[in-house]
């Protein structure tokens, strides 16, 4: 199987490069095939691929800078690009953060941003997978990943998906707490990236999601992160993501005070990024130390309001690459294996658009996913996400039709933003400080 990842120089790629070496045995993979615009982060995550590999000469890396090379013949394509860098990202957050806002890389206006700027790249990227790699699945990894997702499927169709390991870890953290896999317990989710609620977890026709809850709450992440309390009053666990929502206030204080996570990660990856030294060893060594202290700070403003306890989590420990390589694996044998997934939704979430991507488990086989139809939230949960929905379409509407009129709007339609008044102080902003943002939205 030929995989290639585009926006191989990202500070990840090992990590995914990882988990597809723990798959290797059981899915034949040619070379992984990096591809990034910027030849300097390719070569040092290169270095880093070659150190951790050694003498065992596991899944060697191709690296490119040509697109269409990178493409070709490719049977899955990974997407993880951050168009503008962490820079861009440091705006993205900032802005909001100054006028009282919620700055967050994939919630509120940072979202916002973040998918504008990014949508075009995805869906010139998903044309030339069309052009070069006819067939092949998209597996989208880049933030926000519904959004984004969505306008690759209008590209591809069914063969693009969204993959974010937060779904997963709630699953797993919720079965080790009753002492399980999870794979042996079958999980009823129903979200949009980073929103969305476990409803119930299948021994079999049994749920065991009410013993959970009323006997083992306390070791669920999730759960401490949304307060025990209110999990036990609303019976479901939410995503992790649910903080910036439930403690927005708290969270916009600890940003202030600590600086946004854009720019604790900027700092963090310039030490690794900046080194002279070319040598493997060496980058293996920084690379991991700069991941540690990555790790450690993971969702720090949130573990504020409450929770002291590791996430496993993209940034905490599972990974997204992890889900990335078991999709690979269960297309590549046709396991049918469960696996939670950014899909169209064609009414498997009954009370959202069809064009929607949503996240729920599916099964996954040689054709790809099939998704599990899940049934209503309670109204409190799924009037959020209804409105979460409505700035995920309103950005789209940007992405498509630029104007100041429709940045405004996407920025105006996301809950966390109190009012149109903001919104355009928010748009303003990031027109004076984005480059090249002002002449797009003219």
């Not at 300097?40 to 070659?50: D, F, M």
């Not at 519904?146 to 390991?165: I, N, Y």
């Not at 202290?293 to 997204?320: F, K, N, V």
């Not at 105006?412 to 928010?426: F, G, K, N």
Request: hydrophobic share 40%; charged share 25%; with cysteine.
């Amino acid at each position: 199987m030929r995989i290639a990842l585009v926006g191989g120089g990202g500070f990840r790629t090992p990590s995914v490069h990882d988990a597809l070496v723990q798959i290797s045995s059981e899915v034949p993979i040619e070379p992984l095939v990096l591809h990034d615009v910027d030849g300097r982060r390719l070569e040092r995550i290169a270095a880093v691929i070659e150190a951790a590999n050694g003498a065992r000469g596991e899944l060697g890396v191709r690296t490119t800078t040509d697109l269409d090379e990178a493409l070709d013949g490719a049977d899955v394509v990974f997407v993880a690009i951050r168009p503008g860098g962490l820079e861009a990202r440091v705006v993205d957050e900032a802005v909001p953060l100054e006028l009282g806002v919620l700055g967050q890389e994939t919630v509120g206006p940072g979202g916002v941003a973040f998918a504008l700027r990014t949508i075009p790249e995805v869906v010139r990227i998903a044309e030339t997978v069309r052009g070069r790699a006819p067939g092949a699945w998209f597996v989208n990894l880049t933030n926000p990943v519904g959004v984004v997702t969505e306008a690759a499927r209008v590209v591809l169709g069914s063969k693009a998906v969204g993959v974010c390991d937060s779904p997963t870890a709630l699953w797993r953290n919720a079965s080790a707490a009753m002492g399980r896999s999870a794979t042996t317990l079958r999980p009823s989710y129903a979200g949009l990236n980073h929103l969305g609620w476990l409803t119930a977890l299948r021994d079999g026709d049994h749920d065991v999601l009410p013993t959970l809850i009323g006997e083992h709450l306390d070791e669920v992440h999730e759960a401490r992160l949304a307060g025990i309390a209110s999990v036990r009053a609303r019976g479901l666990i939410p995503n992790e993501y649910l903080t910036y929502y439930r403690d927005t206030d708290a969270v916009i204080r600890a940003f202030r005070r600590d600086g946004s996570r854009a720019q604790v990660l900027a700092a963090q990856q310039a030490r690794f990024y900046d080194a002279r030294s070319q040598d493997p060893t060496a980058a293996l060594t920084a690379w991991r130390a700069a991941k540690d202290e990555r790790h450690g700070t993971y969702m720090s403003e949130a573990r504020d309001q409450g929770d002291r306890g590791s996430a496993i989590t993209d940034e905490g420990g599972l990974g997204y690459g992890n889900v990335a390589a078991a999709f690979v694996r269960a297309v590549a044998n046709d396991t049918r294996e469960r696996m939670i997934l950014g899909v169209g939704n064609d009414g498997a979430v009954p009370w959202l658009d069809n064009r929607a991507t949503v996240e729920i488990p599916c099964e996954v086989g040689a054709d790809g996913p099939e998704p599990e139809p899940q049934s209503t939230l309670p109204p409190p949960e799924r009037e959020l996400m209804e409105r979460v929905r409505e700035a995920e379409r309103a950005t789209s509407v940007a992405a498509e039709t630029p104007s100041v009129r429709s940045l405004v709007d996407a920025i105006a339609a996301h809950p966390v933003v109190p009012s149109r008044e903001l919104a355009e102080r928010i748009a303003d902003a990031y027109l004076e400080r984005h480059d090249g943002m002002r002449e797009r939205f003219a």
